[in-house]
């Protein structure tokens, strides 16, 4: 178990009950007019579950996963269906998703490992999904309380996705953490479509 999982298996409840109800209409806002009705959107790394179960609110078929134990168990209770444990490189579903959204759980990687991620994730995605993301916004990679976190602003974004062949950035934005007590620290969000081949 690397460090990042021990935070979580250690600190899951309190995670959970910091993040399950905070508000994200204003990202969802961006994403979803983007999606087919009752589309298939793939929950990679869902945490607490708070964005699968607005999803499947609003209509959306939703297939989650997440590589804490913990956190799969206690999402699993709270969306009431079933929640995967596993890592995003365990991931096997090939062209199977109308979107892939991976909130603030990519940043947990090394960024010399994002590339080829965000590429296995792209392959879960129909021709033309949509895949959306999130990161602290920065330049640096950093450790605290034993999670490791990789920072993104737009100059590592757009290298970043220099590296990609099947990916093309359509949206890249800034917003405030949804958390009362961070307020004042920003993210960097970004949706990119999966190319339709000729």
């Not at 910091?18 to 990679?44: C, Q, S, V």
């Not at 607005?54 to 134990?69: C, I, K, L, W």
């Not at 093309?168 to 999966?194: F, M, T």
Request: with cysteine.
């Amino acid at each position: 178990m690397n460090s990042t999982l021990k935070y979580y298996a250690d600190h899951a409840q309190t995670f959970f009950d910091n993040t399950h109800d905070k508000e994200m209409h204003a990202i969802y806002a961006h994403l979803l007019p983007l999606i087919p009705k009752h589309g298939h959107i793939l929950d990679a790394g869902c945490g607490s579950g708070r964005d699968s179960r607005f999803f499947m609110d609003q209509g959306y078929r939703v297939t989650a996963f997440d590589a804490s134990e913990e956190m799969a168990r206690l999402a699993t209770a709270y969306i009431d269906q079933e929640v995967a444990c596993h890592t995003f490189d365990a991931l096997d579903t090939p062209e199977r998703f109308d979107a892939v959204w991976a909130a603030a759980s990519l940043l947990h990687l090394p960024y010399s490992e994002l590339a080829a991620t965000i590429t296995h994730l792209g392959h879960a995605l129909k021709e033309g999904g949509y895949f959306y993301a999130s990161f602290k916004h920065g330049d640096r990679e950093y450790s605290k309380e034993g999670r490791h976190f990789t920072c993104l602003d737009e100059v590592h974004l757009k290298r970043l996705f220099s590296e990609l062949s099947t990916l093309q950035l359509v949206d890249v934005w800034l917003s405030d953490d949804v958390r009362q007590e961070r307020q004042g620290e920003k993210w960097l969000n970004l949706i990119a479509k999966k190319d339709v081949l000729q």
